[in-house]
Each structure stands twice: as structure tokens, then as C-alpha cells.
């Protein structure tokens, strides 16, 4: 028997359109009210095919930035992996099961967490993934997993870069609230494959652990210097996503 977590994507249930059209605009007023949220650069995200989403990650707020402020202006749903105990909770595991969030049993995680991804992607969606794993505890860079680098290149989905800026101090890892005031700017990169760019005979190996520097060190770029972290020496970004700020 077919577990639901690897049912087809498709099936799973679609956002209800007041959810939809009444849920985020009402994030965005609750946030927005508070904060300053700005993303730039959402245009270079593909209109069509599967694509993932690559993001740093240091806050429960990049979360909801992602899913109110980039997701309507993509026009695509945005589908997730998250720990199965979200379902339980009341409220939030009917929003995450209606929302593109995917259960995934951490017990079995690695296994069961590529093949769901690799599903998602198969069936020519968007595949957000946060690289780290989990949260930064002071906003800069961790070193990163090699789970998304074997993904992309079995997968051939293009990898789009995102760096969220400012998130950890209004909501840093251990702080049950956030703190009032503050700006976040999501910007978000050019689409690449990483195949596309290893040098030509490259064992799978070392493919894997270049991949991973390859996809930081964009995201890396789209960051200012202090959150680059342990990916510091990234070169900064000229994409033309870096040069404004629009809402």
C-alpha cells in the first residue's frame, strides 16, 4: 500500500482560495504592520517546470516572508518538507497540511525526505529547501548539508538561489516572540545547474561537496557579509536583484 506522504503531489490538498486570498494578505497586514519586507529579484524564478529554491535559514519568520511575500508574486504553489509532528498541532497542521507542506518522519528522514523531493520535482513544481537543515543561532551561515547538492544533480531542476537578510534579529532561534520592529529582504538569485558548471569528469564524489559550496556560495552572495558566515568569502552578487528593493 502507497504511504500518503509518497501519494502524487498533485493530490495533495490544494490551498483553498480563501485561504489563499485571505490568509496571506492577512499575514502580510499583521507583519507588515511591525516590519519591513522587502523581495527583490523574484522574476528570475522559472514560470514553469520544476525548480528548487535554496535558502538560508535563521528564523521561524523566513517561513512565512517566503510563503506571503514570494509565493503570490510567482503565481506557483510552493511545496515544503516538514517534521510530521506538525500535523498535530491544532490550527498550524491543518494550515501546513493545506498549505504545500509534505510530512516527512524524521525518524526515517533521509531516505524518505529525497524521495518525496524528488517526487515533487518529477512532477515539474517548486521544491523550497532550507540547505542548513535548521535554523542559524546567530543569522550567519552554517555548513551545509549535502542532501540538497545529490538532489539537484539526480534531479537536473535548476537551483535558485535565495538570501534572507534580517530575519534573526526580529526573530532569533530560541526567542519565543518576535521582536517589534525591524526590516527583512529576501533577495533572490539567478537559476543555475550545478552540472552545468563542475569541471568535465568530476567522480560523484567530489561532485556532491562541490555542489553544496557552488549553491552557499550563492546564497552567500545575496547576503551581507555578516550573515555569510562560514561561506564568507563568497564574491558579492551583480545580479540586477541586488541593485533595488521592491515590495
Given at each position: 500500500?502507497?504511504?500518503?506522504?509518497?501519494?502524487?503531489?498533485?493530490?495533495?490538498?490544494?490551498?483553498?482560495?480563501?485561504?489563499?486570498?485571505?490568509?496571506?494578505?492577512?499575514?502580510?497586514?499583521?507583519?507588515?504592520?511591525?516590519?519591513?519586507?522587502?523581495?527583490?529579484?523574484?522574476?528570475?524564478?522559472?514560470?514553469?517546470?520544476?525548480?528548487?529554491?535554496?535558502?538560508?535559514?535563521?528564523?521561524?519568520?523566513?517561513?512565512?516572508?517566503?510563503?506571503?511575500?514570494?509565493?503570490?508574486?510567482?503565481?506557483?504553489?510552493?511545496?515544503?518538507?516538514?517534521?510530521?509532528?506538525?500535523?498535530?498541532?491544532?490550527?498550524?497542521?491543518?494550515?501546513?497540511?493545506?498549505?504545500?507542506?509534505?510530512?516527512?518522519?524524521?525518524?526515517?528522514?533521509?531516505?524518505?525526505?529525497?524521495?518525496?523531493?524528488?517526487?515533487?520535482?518529477?512532477?515539474?513544481?517548486?521544491?523550497?529547501?532550507?540547505?542548513?537543515?535548521?535554523?542559524?543561532?546567530?543569522?550567519?551561515?552554517?555548513?551545509?548539508?549535502?542532501?540538497?547538492?545529490?538532489?539537484?544533480?539526480r534531479s537536473g531542476a535548476p537551483i535558485v538561489p535565495l538570501g534572507i537578510a534580517g530575519s534573526y534579529k526580529v526573530w532569533p532561534r530560541g526567542q519565543k516572540?518576535?521582536?517589534?520592529?525591524?526590516?527583512?529582504?529576501?533577495?533572490?538569485?539567478?537559476?543555475?545547474?550545478?552540472?552545468?558548471?563542475?569541471?568535465?569528469?568530476?567522480?560523484?564524489?567530489?561532485?556532491?561537496?562541490?555542489?553544496?559550496?557552488?549553491?552557499?556560495?550563492?546564497?552567500?552572495?545575496?547576503?551581507?557579509?555578516?550573515?555569510?558566515?562560514?561561506?564568507?568569502?563568497?564574491?558579492?552578487?551583480?545580479?540586477?536583484?541586488?541593485?533595488?528593493?521592491?515590495?
Open positions: 500500500m502507497t504511504s500518503p506522504a509518497f501519494a502524487r503531489v498533485a493530490d495533495a490538498p490544494a490551498p483553498p482560495s480563501w485561504m489563499l486570498h485571505g490568509l496571506r494578505p492577512l499575514a502580510r497586514l499583521v507583519v507588515a504592520s511591525r516590519y519591513d519586507v522587502r523581495v527583490t529579484g523574484a522574476e528570475h524564478v522559472p514560470p514553469d517546470g520544476p525548480v528548487i529554491l535554496a535558502a538560508n535559514h535563521a528564523s521561524n519568520l523566513d517561513a512565512i516572508v517566503i510563503g506571503a511575500w514570494l509565493m503570490p508574486k510567482l503565481g506557483r504553489r510552493i511545496h515544503w518538507l516538514g517534521k510530521k509532528e506538525l500535523f498535530a498541532w491544532p490550527i498550524v497542521g491543518w494550515t501546513a497540511a493545506h498549505g504545500g507542506v509534505h510530512p516527512v518522519d524524521r525518524g526515517s528522514a533521509d531516505l524518505e525526505a529525497f524521495r518525496l523531493a524528488q517526487r515533487i520535482l518529477d512532477e515539474g513544481n517548486i521544491l523550497f529547501v532550507f540547505p542548513e537543515g535548521t535554523r542559524s543561532r546567530d543569522g550567519s551561515l552554517q555548513e551545509a548539508r549535502d542532501g540538497l547538492a545529490v538532489l539537484a544533480l516572540l518576535p521582536h517589534p520592529g525591524g526590516r527583512v529582504t529576501v533577495r533572490v538569485g539567478r537559476p543555475f545547474r550545478p552540472a552545468d558548471e563542475l569541471p568535465a569528469g568530476t567522480d560523484r564524489r567530489t561532485a556532491k561537496g562541490l555542489t553544496t559550496t557552488m549553491i552557499m556560495d550563492r546564497i552567500a552572495a545575496l547576503l551581507p557579509q555578516s550573515q555569510r558566515g562560514v561561506y564568507g568569502g563568497a564574491t558579492p552578487s551583480a545580479d540586477p536583484a541586488m541593485a533595488a528593493d521592491t515590495v
